[in-house]
């Protein structure tokens, strides 16, 4: 069963879909295409696709979308993509940049690369790649004076094929699970 492709004009995007480079979108096999989260996503499989990095927990349709007027109701700061398969209208990868302001540098950004997912059946066609640099293009178009991210150690060698160097380390502290955080 195929749908039929909706043109990033009929959507309502998180963010203009001119911000991610039209030389990039050129790169792309003709069945994909690279576009911003749209509000409509959550029924296009976004979660999904999520699912490859963790378990995901699905809070609902009603509760996706508040969480995507959220993130846009922060103006300049979350940039989430997604490429689309054309022939089914579902996503088949997607990713996301948010922007840090500082106080050091001259009151710089930082942009944050997260969530980096390519679906299973989709891997190996450099999506992963593509979603990489709609992001670095994203963070550094906007003035960050550096984008970064945290990874596995299995994952170091794809993000150096992606033009990032391994710098300093990454620690977590997660937060006791308490009911009330499920």
């Known amino acids: 069963?195929?749908?039929?492709?909706?043109?990033?004009?009929?959507?309502?995007?998180l963010f203009p879909a001119d911000l991610v480079a039209p030389e990039l979108k050129a790169q792309l096999h003709p069945d994909v295409h690279i576009r911003p989260l749209a509000s409509?996503?959550?029924r296009r499989g976004h979660l999904d696709v999520l699912s490859v990095l963790t378990v995901v927990t699905d809070p609902g349709e009603a509760a996706w979308v508040a969480q995507f007027n959220a993130m846009?109701?922060?103006a300049s700061t979350y940039y989430a993509v997604v490429i689309i398969d054309r022939t089914t209208d579902r996503i088949v990868g997607a990713g996301s940049v948010f922007i840090e302001r500082k106080f050091l540098r001259g009151l710089g950004s930082v942009g944050h690369i997260e969530d980096i997912a390519v679906d299973k059946n989709q891997q190996g066609k450099k999506l992963g790649l593509r979603i990489i640099q709609a992001l670095t293009h994203i963070s550094e178009n906007i003035g960050c004076y550096k984008t970064i991210l945290n990874c596995s150690d299995s994952n170091i060698p794809f993000y150096e094929k992606c033009g990032f160097q391994k710098k300093e380390n990454e620690m977590?502290?997660?937060?006791?699970?308490?009911?009330s955080r499920l």
């Open 1 to 13: 069963m195929s749908a039929k492709f909706t043109p990033d004009s009929s959507l309502d995007l």
């Open 72 to 74: 846009r109701s922060a």
């Open 40 to 42: 409509s996503d959550y």
């Open 172 to 179: 977590a502290k997660y937060a006791p699970t308490s009911p």
